[in-house]
């Protein structure tokens, strides 16, 4: 009963699922082992991953994965949250953990040792066998961000001088182990990368046809040091769901699927979030960060900024005299400000964007401009008529309205200028484009506003 | 050897492909059909679509087209953009155009149509068999954003009383029309959903055992109406490659694959950032939105903003006359603002970026607020340290360097508290975080930091 209403939720969307209530913990607690194995047995791996990962560290956790069958337990296990693991990796036997390493994809045991304390690791080398210890120690050499370390190695090999028939009687025998099946990967004797075939093409084609003549020659592939964005800027560009990785001699050495590519977008897309809100990337998850690091992460750049915005007093300090003289003009400073940032930080976002969509690059640089310089007529006569209505409505004084609307003119067109023209210039300077974001700019539009707002002031008000 | 040094370059990176000299163009010039044809059949399409796309309306654009063998250029067909494809379509005979149609996966067909003009969706709808053409009709009825409008027809069926054999003889004959072949759906007769099955299961299973006694029966699936970023988040909680779409009485009526979740994310994440930056998102691209459009969707929130920078005028204003009797403050405030301003907005993106990844909600937000007040008592010490020190060396005023560091600690840490809360308090008020980014947080702390400023000063400096 508490299964179908899982499934009723899947239907609309997985979202509500994390708040149902489970009580396979009351179950635990009348002893009714046998209902807890078989109601779990019925859920979604990682539906139950998350219902265990929400108990924390109640020792329970242990008795519920225990009744778990195993190639289940592996699954779930690699669903959960590090502690977790290192908790439930310290409280079963050595067999419990052979058992569970047996079941676990490659890619998941080495993610898990690599976060692991000594101790465990150790344990977990020691109960794997000698073929997988080989395999893990390999996997562990790839540098983190590297292709290398996103591949698995449980793909299927075929020869090209095998037969269909030949070929779907490998399948059928190996593909239990193999991560995905989609695409079979054929090799010569010294184990170099020949082509690529789909499983499709294989199971459509008579039984005799060889593989060789079959196969997709034309290979999209990966070096192992290739770094992890590239990777999938090229599984988005090709539409790939899985790629060959090779080492420098064209030899097959793994596969990288695409679930595994939509984890890196996403980290990827945070990175450049963190870096367009002036902060340094946070290697591990938000929640299980430090005070202290994030603090590290973000104390630099406010710094920076920091030194660069007293430029801006600066130049208010140098018109001390002309403030001094109408103080009134100090009011509109912050709009002045606020909205010549507001302005440059869309133009400068809307442009990293596309940099990092690969919409445009630096050669675009001037039809960027000219569509900017276009918008930027159109936004800035609108906020200077709102202003200069309000300040009429306000003061009833002409000559602050006008200056005023023509400060806050010329500063909306300056700042979406500057906003679209530094992140393409960066991706010249082979900058990070998502470092020219709002912060940068928002700094620069404020000096260069109240440069303006002086001059202007200066120009057209009787007695500056 | 031309495709010889585009494989060479593959295996370094996608992105080298595209600045590659091709010259087809001078051998249609020099009418050496057979060698362009040959030269282009080696080519990854994708690469090739790259190619022709830069032609933009270079007339030889449809004569290379024709030289493609069917398959290939159906393919090619789907990769280009918009404005190229209605071109060549109102080139091409009518025999041709079926020949495309024929090679096209539906929903490549579909998306293409949901863009032309009525004139050639005509033509298209006549050049189609009835049967395309009635699930062609059937897929333009879905919404935009829509799993519905998301999904393909082409997927692999089978029944649970089949056995094994009878299964894979199915795939084997029908397997070249399919978009993938991962996964087969089991239906009952009325077509209802019943169950998955990996094609690997099927594989590696007994001729004769029942395809009903090895589905899995607990499938995450969704409804035709929902919501494509609902859809991209079940991809991603549950690691899917495909997932089935179902009507109101759960009956299959296509599938989702993730290739085309991979766009959706991509989709969702330029509207999130576009939305962080004050901005509504565009449908189009960018380099295709015209100038007034983008004004349109940027301009509502540069004015409301406006309007709310205007209320720290007012403030500013309300102590004009301390202003007057110490117009140097003047000269702090746009590091005060400025400074505050980047602390909220490091604090709200980074809390609205773990919104998104599902990380925390707001339950969670005391957790959130005690992590970014450590932060912020570490960040604003830093800050104000360095603001005191560069004061006294500049000024040699004690009482000022006092006020601006006491003012822009207590700022750092309002701003940090604000910014990280008002984005966990719109999750709860059902409103999108995302709106609660760097703009208006930055507008709130101006606002705060010039209230803290002037009381600040009127209570530490002498005739104020």
């Not at 010569?188 to 997709?216: F, H, N, Q, W, Y």
């Not at 999209?220 to 790629?243: G, N, R």
Request: hydrophobic share 50%.
């Amino acid at each position: 009963m508490l299964c179908l209403s899982v499934k009723a939720i899947s239907w609309i969307g997985g979202n509500q699922i994390g708040e149902l209530q489970f009580d396979f913990l009351s179950l635990i607690d009348q002893r009714k082992f046998a209902q807890a194995r078989n109601e779990m047995i019925e859920m979604n791996v990682v539906d139950l991953a998350e219902y265990i990962s929400e108990l924390e560290d109640d020792p329970r956790v242990i008795l519920l994965f225990r009744l778990l069958p195993k190639e289940m337990s592996a699954e779930v296990f690699s669903y959960l949250e590090r502690e977790q693991q290192q908790r439930i990796v310290e409280s079963i036997s050595d067999k419990e953990l052979a058992g569970i390493l047996d079941e676990l994809f490659l890619d998941d045991t080495v993610d898990f040792i690599d976060e692991m304390p000594a101790s465990i690791v150790k344990r977990v080398i020691k109960m794997s066998d000698p073929d997988t210890r080989r395999m893990i120690n390999q996997l562990l050499r790839y540098p983190d961000e590297s292709a290398g370390s996103l591949m698995t190695i449980e793909y299927m090999e075929v020869d090209s001088d095998w037969n269909v028939k030949r070929a779907i009687d490998a399948v059928r025998r190996q593909s239990e182990d193999k991560e995905s099946l989609n695409l079979l990967f054929v090799t010569d004797d010294s184990r170099r990368l020949e082509g690529t075939i789909r499983l499709r093409d294989v199971l459509s084609a008579p039984d005799d046809e060889k593989i060789g003549d079959l196969m997709e020659t034309d290979i999209i592939s990966v070096k192992t040091h290739e770094d992890q964005a590239e990777v999938a800027e090229m599984f988005k560009k090709y539409d790939l769901v899985m790629m060959p990785v090779v080492d420098n001699e064209n030899r097959l050495v793994g596969i990288i699927t695409i679930d595994d590519v939509v984890d890196v977008i996403e980290e990827e897309t945070t990175e450049d979030i963190y870096k367009m809100a002036a902060m340094e990337p946070i290697e591990d998850s938000y929640m299980s960060t430090g005070a202290f690091t994030l603090a590290k992460k973000r104390v630099v750049w406010l710094l920076v900024l920091m030194l660069s915005l007293i430029l801006t007093g600066m130049i208010i300090n140098n018109y001390n005299s002309a403030l001094a003289t109408n103080v009134l003009l100090a009011a509109f400073m912050p709009m002045l400000m606020g909205t010549g940032g507001n302005a440059g930080s869309q133009a400068s976002v809307s442009v990293i964007r596309i940099i990092t969509l690969g919409e445009v690059e630096f050669k675009d640089i001037f039809s960027v401009i000219w569509k900017e310089f276009r918008v930027s007529l159109i936004t800035g006569s609108c906020v200077s008529l709102v202003n200069f209505a309000r300040i009429m409505l306000t003061y009833h004084d002409f000559g602050l309205a006008i200056v005023v609307s023509i400060t806050l003119f010329m500063v909306v067109i300056a700042a979406e200028l500057v906003g679209c023209s530094l992140p393409l210039i960066a991706t010249k300077l082979n900058l990070d484009p998502a470092l020219m974001a709002s912060p940068l700019i928002t700094t620069i539009v404020d000096a260069l506003s109240m440069l303006v707002f002086f001059n202007v002031a200066m120009q057209i008000l009787p007695g500056m």
